[in-house]
């Protein structure tokens, strides 16, 4: 269900709480309190108004606001306490889906969080893997409280950032998403490399799971962002070419077995609203690859 | 126990044959076949001596010799039968130490290859990794009867060859080892990467087997080949270079995590007495490879 | 004066020949040849219907058609008889302006190639940089009759082929025009790099000629392609990066001198209507480049 | 006329003073005052103890020293009085055949010099190329006189670093040569381009003068360094490839003409005591270089 920024700005109170009150987490009032500033020019402004209604509310405010979070991962997971919004963010980056074992260890970290900050641990799933979430738990436990009351209300204006960008539609709308992209150029034809296999892994921890396969193109790009219209999550991943087969069927006298034949390029996201082009310019001998624009 | 060449030109048949006779299996016969050529001016020549000695003897003679080896990861390995050289050189490919499903395979493809080919299959593993061994024994069961005769011989004078070479001393030694290496520049700083810790690993399926750790040195190089000394085994390699924390100390703005921590360059040898020299040439946000000499 | 491709469709003879006509030098019967084929489905379909027209000719009137263009660079072109279209033509690869001694040299040749095939040396000059007519020139003399006749011809379609595409608008345009680009990655920082200076140089002999002179804009590239909307001139080029400027504000700590200065890229165009990328990745101390797409 | 270290060491104040009494320019005290120092372990401490001298000298005795030294490129040049150490090297870089233009302008140059700093402007030369002389010029007509005098003082360390470099022999050589080397990688084929031809030029405003002709041997590289044995001269440079010769009789489908047919590198050398790796690593359609070790 969208909503056009011409529509909520000529919408009453009651109305506009219908449409944003869910934004922030169990606090309707963020949204009363932002439309006071409408109408807004662009969708950007429109959060902006929200961030400032939590950023100049009483500091209790903010406090109650901040403990009315589920746990991530936590029992209120399982118990179905949680808005159906947040239901979706955790599970996309599997934290519906965890070992006995990690789920311990996750309570254990919120446990912890909890009883030093007095608050659970909120983290803007979408924009981190699995292992990027562990990070930032554990350097988090190390912040003074204020450090973290800021690291905490930041991640929540990156969550609602995303919860707008999806319910909203408008003028100057927010940076949400980034795009990874790839290019293959064989050098030794001077041409894209055509046709030729390439796969995405996500790390976690050692395991490396495959996200995306997909061939190279006429001009040796794939036919969609390997990652796009969403944050890209922040973590280490690892492109696979497989240049040992695109040679193979090619006069070109490659060894037996071939010097090159799956080529693994391992880099990570920190920017999940960035532009990550991760090209590849390969002969039988030799390869070439760096952070592309 | 070496030998120098001038000492074995010197000899009579008897101590010819004591200083050589058990580098062809079983076979002192070649050793003392080739002594008809002696002297000679090379280490070199000594062995093409040997290799013509075989190939010139009768079929059934060749046959014979053939079928004197011992099964490759058989019975005979753990029943004692073979020479000591046999011993070490099965042991260095980890085929002492097979899984009972691993041995299960070698003995199921040994006795495939037997029943076609009335011997069993002879390799010289110091010139191969353990998959590359088992990726041999599919292909050559596919030969003909022919080819794979010649191709048995030509393995025993790959086997032959190094036991001379570790045997004889003297003047125009044959060419039985190879060299791979590695050179780690910083094109940011326009220098050699100075400290930087460097992994090989050799894949085996899968899993990749950790062989040397080592750190650059003032010229970005190791200190020693990363293999040297040796025939270097056909297989497929990985080379980790902990990019990551060479940029980690230096102030060059990388981002969090950075770009590049571990850059993988994986690689298959091909020729086991060749030169390999992989270099990296890397930033915080590229790096290339090449075979290079 | 342009023509849509559905007018001409409609036109009887004599408004196609007045529209047509010129477009095959001296021969109007060409258009009206082709014009038995119409209507046409795509401009290509037209242009060929005019190439069929012609190689279907007999081959006296294939000779006097060819007979009929001018010298190139002759004394018709300072006399005034060149259609206008083969003025500009002429004109825009600095035929117009050759030196006396250049002009006598193309003279020269013109007078060897008319004894030989007895007709004027024709080529697509929109294809060419000065430097590569007069190696075609040299080429060409070397040529048989046969050879040759075919490839004028070939070159009178080039000609014509631009000329259609200058004057018909409609489906299926042919492909008559070529991209030169580039684009600067600094890949010490990770970012393209922005703001500097490149500037495009045609050879001549040994003098290179300023062609054009642009700066990178946030992606690192130029606004508009180095050569777009045209065929490529076949012949010798080299880009000018000013990476030392680029640097020398930046606090990368460069040498001085720097060790990179203004770089030069040196490289030729083949393919007039192909897309020549040719990409900068450089740090203060190394740069690689590419046929990229 | 060369002398080891181990005669100095024994030779009575005469003998040390005709030995090394001409190395700083007409003062041959400074040669008798280091004596005292005597013995000397290593070269190097042999002429620290010779600039010390000069050093710890009352300011006057070092303004008469500088005074002393020949005006560079001026009249003393052409009426005889320099010693033959000086003719040597202000030969070596051009300065005995400046036109009379240029003349002029070093005149001019030095006039301005003297008259604000009261000595002759005094570099090492052989360090320098032509261009580089000229821009240290002007640069240093910009110094106060405090950092001037050291600059002129440190100028003629190097200049008496390499006398003694070239009249002494013994342990502990100062460092007085650099190496300017290249290599050339073919990573289409995945081996040294052998036999491929390199051309080493010097700039001198816009003018490219041939220093060195080579062809690279069986391991890619020129039998000898570029530029060994002595200083590289600070200033532009070009090095020359002939790729597209290369690759024209390999049967790889290059384009005509070649994408790359003579592959420029312009750098500059900024250390003259330093190591300069300029290796290229190319394919028909792609090269990189960088300052490698």
């Known amino acids: ?27 309707p009032w963020v949204a009363a309190s932002a439309r006071a500033k409408s109408p807004f020019a662009t969708v950007t402004e429109l959060h902006e ?29 399982r118990a179905g306490a949680l808005t159906e919004e947040s239901k979706r963010e955790q599970a996309s980056v599997g934290l519906d889906s965890l070992s006995e074992e990690e789920f311990a260890r996750f309570h254990r970290l919120n446990d912890a969080y909890k009883a030093k900050f007095g608050f659970p641990f909120i983290v803007c799933v979408r924009r981190h893997t699995r292992d990027s979430i562990l990070r930032q738990f554990e350097r988090r436990l190390l912040h003074d409280a204020t450090t973290e009351f800021a ?31 790839t290019h293959v150029l064989d050098t030794q034809a001077g041409r894209p490399a055509v046709g030729l296999h390439v796969e995405l892994y ?23 962002p390997l990652i796009g219209g969403r944050p890209l999550p922040i973590g280490l991943y690892e492109l696979r ?17 071939p010097f090159l034949d799956i080529v693994p390029l391992r880099f990570s996201i920190a920017e999940p ?17 760096y952070r592309g624009s």
Not at 211 to 220: E, F, I, M, S, Y
């Open 49 to 77: 108004a929200m961030m400032a209604a939590v950023r100049t509310a009483p500091h209790e405010a903010q406090l109650g606001f901040l403990r009315n979070h589920p746990d991530l991962a936590g029992k209120a997971a």
């Open 202 to 224: 996500e790390y976690a921890g050692d395991r490396a799971h495959l996200l995306v396969q997909a061939r190279t193109n006429a001009d040796g790009r794939t036919e969609s």
């Open 241 to 257: 070419f497989a240049v040992g087969d695109h040679y193979r069927n090619r006069d070109v006298g490659v060894a037996d077995p």
């Open 1 to 27: 269900m969208t909503v056009t920024l011409d529509d909520l700005n000529r919408m009453d109170l009651r109305g506009f709480e219908a449409a944003l009150g869910e934004t922030f987490e169990l606090a």
């Open 151 to 181: 690291a905490a209300l930041q991640e929540i204006f990156y969550i609602t950032r995303l919860r707008i960008a999806a319910t909203v539609t408008g003028e100057g709308m927010p940076q949400v998403t980034g795009r990874l992209s």
């Open 273 to 289: 609203e960035g532009h990550y082009h991760v090209p590849l310019l390969c002969t039988p001998w030799s390869y070439s690859t």
